[in-house]
């Protein structure tokens, strides 16, 4: 073979002998065996793989095995270049064997058999040879000859008495079989690339997205807990309400992934419908205003009275409903909300405008994803997808969205629900007065607050003012967190996952690791929503996980679980539990 030695002798007296002939073994071997070097071209070649390749060995050495080997150019269909290709590349990239699936490969008859192609199967394996220096320095080709075997399997008892006919149906179903199979791996490779470039945009989106909300929902909180006026304090409710309502949104974001894969949650519970319609009309107001379209006065329903469903999706369909029935209306016209009593225990809701109305050949695709009918020719901003979304969400729910409409006389869309028992509020003023009190705990605690951003750091420091035996150390590197954890060992760490020097995740490894803080209990304060990130930082053993925006309310009780229990400076299990809970998405 060129490059390798073609015989070894002994050098001992005691043991000489004649010398090893390898060209010979190699060639003389039962295997069929062809040898590669990196540039894909034929070095050697046992007796064996010449003759089931009806090849000379003058003829193919020194040669590209694709130049040597092509497809079967009758064969439209055929792949065994580019599979043949991919692996070797493997090998070459990879350094390490590379084993195939049964290969459609025909083989090129010589002239004296009459030319053309004979159609064959292959079982191949390339194995890398590497050099003193660690590079592929030869790939041996093995390949098995299963023709037999794979025509023995394409043939069966029946098939042998069938007509020409049906053994030509036969071969295009195999072949189908095959081009489709290649196509399948193709398209799951695809996927799977896809998903995970949406799963990383969704990631990142949220992350920018929530780092600034952080700051409008935290500082409009503790505003609205501020000695204000009476107009300010509104205004700053207003800011609240709608900060929510964008986090409502960007949580919504992250479900429409859920909802691709079949994995969205709902936590259907009784929701009183008379504060939720005048809610979700109070936020729609001011577009009502700015449109010029009136909203009629929310209906007067008993407390009581309550639907089965998730309060946030519910809460998201009616605001979708509602903006469109004040988007697509006309100056001066109405939007209003009706509620009915179905028979069998149901609620319906129905949004009424008196808007353009909708033709009857459209209202099939009104529910259709990206489907906006002629809203861009009217000059309507959208996407198409709040629609489609709703009625997914309802029906997640148990209930059902569906609408009338004829052209010149408005839309009615109405939204069906199970009416629900009232369920007894675990959640009362009183323990929400009480939780954001001044209260001080019976020592004085230090509190280490990891963050790079400022306005985050403003905002934890106005939230700790409730507790003023709390000290709080801000760092903004997690370098400095790190010496500043050992020396003043604090009895809680504030800690965000997106540091300038190292991520958080590796900042919480350093502490682990180290005696002096390896018992610290951590908080994580991070923008990063998904759900099995933070389940890594669960069984990274974090004693709990705030998604940002932070509430001044969630804060406080984790503070006040962690920091306010028994003297062996470790929570309670009670403690981990509930903050366990309260910080699931």
């Given at each position: ?40 071209q ?25 130049e040597?080997f ?13 599979n ?32 053309g192609?004979e ?16 590079h ?11 023709t ?11 098939a ?27 398209t ?58 964008l ?29 939720l319609?005048?809610d ?46 004040i ?62 979304l ?17 052209p ?127 389940d ?31 003297s ?14 309260q910080?699931?998405?």
């Open positions: 073979m060129s490059g390798l030695p073609e015989s070894v002798g002994s050098t001992d007296a005691h043991t000489a002998g004649p010398a090893i002939d390898f060209r010979a073994l190699f060639e003389s071997a039962p295997g069929l065996y062809l040898v590669l070097d990196p540039r894909l034929i070095v050697a070649a046992s007796d064996a793989y010449l003759r089931a390749t009806m090849t000379a060995r003058e003829q193919i050495l020194g040669r590209d095995i694709f040597v092509p497809d079967n150019p009758d064969d439209p269909a055929a792949t065994g270049v580019t043949l290709r991919a692996s070797l590349q493997r090998v070459l990239q990879g350094r390490k064997s590379d084993t195939m699936a049964v290969q459609k490969y025909d083989v090129e008859l010589p002239a004296a058999a009459g030319g192609f159609e064959r199967y292959w079982s191949p394996c390339n194995t890398a040879v590497l050099g003193p220096d660690g592929v320095a030869y790939i041996i080709h093995q390949v098995e000859d299963v037999a075997y794979v025509q023995l399997q394409q043939q069966d008892t029946q042998q008495h069938q007509t020409a006919e049906l053994r030509r149906r036969t071969e295009q179903m195999q072949a189908e079989i095959l081009r489709r199979s290649q196509e399948l791996h193709e799951n490779q695809a996927l799977r690339q896809a998903n995970e470039a949406k799963n990383e945009f969704l990631s990142r989106v949220s992350h920018e997205l929530r780092t600034p909300l952080n700051a409008i929902l935290g500082f409009s909180e503790l505003l609205t807990l501020s000695e204000l006026e009476g107009d300010q304090r509104d205004w700053a409710a207003m800011i609240l309400k709608a900060g929510r309502h986090l409502a949104l960007l949580n919504d974001v992250l479900d429409i992934a859920r909802i691709e894969s079949g994995n969205l949650a709902v936590s259907v519970e009784p929701i009183p419908l008379g504060a319609i005048a979700v009309l109070d936020l729609v107001r001011p577009l009502a205003a700015t449109a010029g379209v009136q909203l009629t006065p929310a209906p007067q329903l008993p407390d009581d009275l309550c639907v089965a469903a998730d309060r946030q999706r519910l809460r998201q369909v009616l605001i979708n409903l509602l903006s469109n029935a988007k697509y209306n006309h100056p001066t016209g109405t939007a209003s909300v009706i509620v009915e009593h179905r028979p069998n225990g149901w609620l319906r809701v129905r949004v009424i405008d008196t808007g353009r109305g909708i033709a009857p050949q459209y209202l099939s695709k009104l529910f259709t994803p990206f489907e906006r009918l002629d809203a861009a020719q009217a000059g309507f901003e959208g996407t198409g997808l709040g629609l489609a709703s009625r997914h969400l309802m029906a997640s729910m148990g209930g059902t969205l569906d609408v009338s409409s004829l010149g006389n408005g839309s009615t869309f109405w939204l069906d629900l199970p009416a629900a028992d009232p369920a007894t509020s675990s959640h009362t003023t009183a323990e929400d007065a009480d939780l954001l009190a001044l209260r001080s705990y019976p020592s004085p605690k230090l509190v280490l607050y990891v963050e790079d951003m400022v306005e985050n750091v403003r905002l934890v420091e106005q939230i700790l003012t409730h507790r003023p035996s709390v000290t709080l150390i801000p760092a903004m590197l997690a370098g400095v967190a790190l010496e500043l954890a050992r020396e003043h060992h604090p009895d809680l760490v504030l800690l965000d996952l997106h540091l300038p020097d190292m991520p958080g995740d590796q900042l919480l490894t350093l502490l682990r690791a180290e005696a002096g803080t390896c018992n610290l209990p951590v908080v994580v304060l991070s923008a990063d929503a998904t759900q099995h990130h933070i890594q930082l669960h069984a990274a053993g974090v004693a709990a996980y705030l998604t940002k925006p932070i509430t001044v309310r969630d804060l406080l009780h984790a503070l006040d679980q962690l920091l306010d229990q028994h062996d400076g470790q929570p309670t299990d009670q403690a981990r539990n509930q903050i366990t809970n910080d699931k998405p």
